[in-house]
Nanobody, 127 residues
């Protein structure tokens, strides 16, 4: 069982930056692929970015590429999402997720591929 705890959300003005963190429990963290998703009320959870377990390969949703950067620190069991040039449309609850089969496959972009989820952290971007 893996527990994930996100932090770093908050209120920021448009054009600003935030860095989200996700702390993971478990001794096999480095083998998990990790993903970031976001969700707004009434909408489905949307893929943001993911990073592989073994090779730390990354994948992003096209519309966010260049503004968001996902990274991980396996020694600390942490995964991060650096968000720059934020716009009001980035307002959402952001979730991190873990894919326990990440050691055999690359990072995935669909929510059902992930086994464990954090509770989410709210990001609000004001105009």
């Amino acid at each position: 069982q893996v527990q994930l705890v996100e932090s770093g959300g908050g209120l920021v003005q448009a054009g600003g930056s935030l860095r989200l963190s996700c702390a993971a429990s478990g001794r096999t963290f480095s083998t998990y692929a990790m993903g970031w998703f976001r969700q707004t009320p009434g909408k489905e959870r949307e893929f943001v970015a993911a990073i592989g377990g073994i090779d730390s390969s990354t994948v992003y949703t096209d519309s966010l590429k260049g503004r968001f950067t996902v990274s991980r620190d396996n020694a600390k069991n942490m995964v991060y999402l650096q968000m720059n040039s934020l716009i009001p449309g980035d307002t959402a609850v952001y979730y991190c997720a873990a894919d326990r089969r990440g050691f055999v496959r690359g990072p995935k972009t669909t929510a059902f591929e992930y086994d464990y989820w954090g509770q989410g952290t709210q990001v609000t971007v004001s105009s």
